[in-house]
Each structure stands twice: as C-alpha cells, then as structure tokens.
T-cell receptor
C-alpha cells in the first residue's frame, strides 16, 4: 500500500529563512504527489501537485517542490519564510493506477519565529 | 466561485445519538470524498463517490458509518450511535472528474464533531 512519511512533526524557522519540509513516499511506481496547507480553523488548500510532468513544481505563495525518483522524495521548499506561512502542511499521494483516494502524511506544523 | 461547503461547522452530541453531516460540492464536480481528521492523527479516507455511486467505501470504520449522495450534488455522512472515538473533524472534498490521473481535490472547511 502507498504511504507517505513526513519527517518532523514540528518545524520552526526564522522569518526570512529557508523553509524545508520533508516528504518521502513508498512506491515502486511514481505516484501523484500533493502538498496541502491548513491554516488554523480552515480547510485544506492545495499548494502544488506533481503529476509526472516537470519534476520541479511551483505552487502558490512562493512554495515549490522537487520530485526525486531516486530518493522517493517530494520535499517542499520556500526561499524566504513569511509570518503568514505559519500553518500545518500535509504531503499526500494518489497511486497512479486509478485509485482516487488521497493518503496523507501525518503533517508538519510550521512555526515562524519573528 | 463558491467552494465546497459543509454544515454544520460544529456539532456537539451525546454518546449514542445519531448525527448527519452535510457536504455541498463545487458545482459541476462529479467526484466527492469524505475524510476524517482526528486530533493528533493524520487525515483518513472514508468514502468516495463518483456521481451517486460509491466505488470505494473501504475507509468507513464500522457499519455505524454510512453516506449517500444525491446525483452529483449534496452528500450526507451519517454516524449512528456515536461513540467518543468518533470525535474528529470531518472533511469533504470534491473534484471535477475522477480520471485516475491525480485530479485536484478541493476541500471544504470541515465539520468539527464532539461526542460527549
């Protein structure tokens, strides 16, 4: 079965510093990969997704992620953190053989230090 | 345009009571999904609808849970004889199609269910 591992349930970075949130998937066949963000008391919002086109995917709010098949990773990055980036981030996967359900990682709570 | 809406936003109920949670998908979206987010745990898939049929019910945790959908619109998730472990945020999502090619799922704000 597909699974997703997010390393670090809590990450703190200073405002203006690099944001790096890690995600690894387990699959012999590259799946579809997603990053969602959840702001306090709100639903999930799609940041970006990988669907086997370009391996470097750019999303909203300055975030991007790179699909690395050799490392089975899809880490999320942003060059310069902003206070408004404080939220919980979820990596998720859909297998590429027609299964529609998202399998989520356990989430990473990002705190921005002023 | 309007996003996915869910009602109620909060529901407090007593153990043993039945509850109904409602989801209005984005107009024109044929696929609809229910997920559950329990405190301290990740999001769990519950059920998926394509139109008004449910090809995948594999995530429903017990026979106390059921869901239905009217055409390609509203869906209702029903939990009978609620238990304290049912306390969670129930999230609904919809997508334009379910092509099996990673269609984007758009999420509603969720219903926070508390079972006392």
């Amino acid at each position: 079965a597909q699974s997703v591992t997010q390393l670090g349930s809590h990450v703190s970075v200073s405002e203006g510093a690099l944001v790096l949130l890690r995600c690894n998937y387990s699959s012999s066949v590259p799946p579809y990969l997603f990053w969602y963000v959840q702001y306090p008391n709100q639903g999930l919002q799609l940041l970006l997704k990988y669907t086997s086109a370009a391996t470097l995917v750019k999303g909203i709010n300055g975030f991007e992620a790179e699909f690395k098949k050799s490392e089975t990773s899809f880490h999320l990055t942003k060059p310069s953190a902003h206070m408004s980036d404080a939220a919980e981030y979820f990596c998720a996967v859909i297998p590429n053989f027609g299964n529609e359900k998202l399998t989520f990682g356990t989430g990473t709570r990002l705190t921005i230090i002023p | 345009g309007a996003g996915v809406s869910q009602s109620p936003s909060n529901k407090v109920t007593e153990k043993g009571k039945d509850v109904e949670l409602r989801c209005d998908p984005i107009s024109g979206h044929t696929a609809l999904y229910w997920y559950r987010q329990r405190l301290g745990q990740g999001l769990e898939f519950l059920i998926y609808f394509q139109g008004n049929s449910a090809p995948d019910k594999s995530g429903l945790p017990s026979d106390r849970f059921s869901a239905e959908r009217t055409g390609e619109s509203v869906s209702t998730l029903t939990i009978q004889r609620t238990q304290q472990e049912d306390s969670a945020v129930y999230l609904c999502a919809s997508s334009f199609v379910s092509s099996g090619r990673g269609d984007t799922q758009y999420f509603g704000p969720g219903t926070r269910l508390t079972v006392l």
